[in-house]
């Protein structure tokens, strides 16, 4: 299911904004998994010929519903505005600049809890919690098996919440460039 998922994720990554007509072949046979399948609503047109394409045969065709996670009983909308009013200005400050480098990335979107963000592709590569009282973000990374590459020791390895096993803390002021290098290794880890 997870594969599954991920191929639905990569697929909408690369097609961007959504197609409205696809046109095929009727020799042409999609494959278990293939791209159409992954798409909203659209229109197909058949034609006998890619030599001819004045035969057209119209056809609608809609993919399967995207998965919607269920909301649990009781569950609160959540927003950085809502969990950086507890926080400094400079470390809300801090967590906004990482955001942003974060969201730069191809194919990434957030997900906001209680305090802190999660920022995905095919699944969560990096996520940052503000943590006002010892003013500082603690920041966990996926990296599953793999040991990061970090020469300056920032990282520590545990068993925190499965391969998001990875984990540093940022204060103000922290060097962000190097911050990204070892999130963009979970990112790299995650794949797109």
């Known amino acids: 299911m997870q594969a599954e998922e ?11 904004d959504y197609p409205q007509a696809v046109l095929t072949a009727d020799g042409w046979r999609e494959t278990e998994g293939g791209v159409l399948a992954y798409l909203p609503a659209f229109h197909e047109y058949r034609y006998g010929d890619l030599l001819q394409v004045d035969d057209v045969t119209p056809m609608t065709r809609r993919a399967a519903a995207p998965k919607v996670e ?3 009983p009781g569950d609160k909308e959540y927003t950085i505005e809502g969990f950086l009013k507890k926080a400094e200005p400079s470390l809300a400050e801090l967590f906004l600049a990482l955001r942003d480098r974060i969201l730069s990335l191809p194919g990434v979107w957030e997900k906001v809890g209680p305090s802190y963000g999660d920022y995905r592709t095919t699944s969560t590569f990096v996520s940052p919690n503000v943590q006002p009282r010892k003013k500082r973000l603690l920041v966990y990374i996926k990296m599953g098996e793999r040991i990061p590459d970090d020469p300056r020791g920032w990282t ?6 499965g391969k998001l096993n990875t984990r540093f803390y940022l204060q103000p002021g922290a060097d962000l460039d190097y911050t990204m290098d070892l999130i963009r290794q979970a990112y790299e880890y995650v794949g797109l």
Do not use: I, K
Request: charged share 40%; proline share 5%.
């Open 6 to 16: 991920a191929r639905r994720q990569e697929v909408l990554a690369r097609v961007g």
């Open 156 to 161: 520590e390895r545990g068993d925190f919440f």
């Open 70 to 72: 269920p909301e649990a």
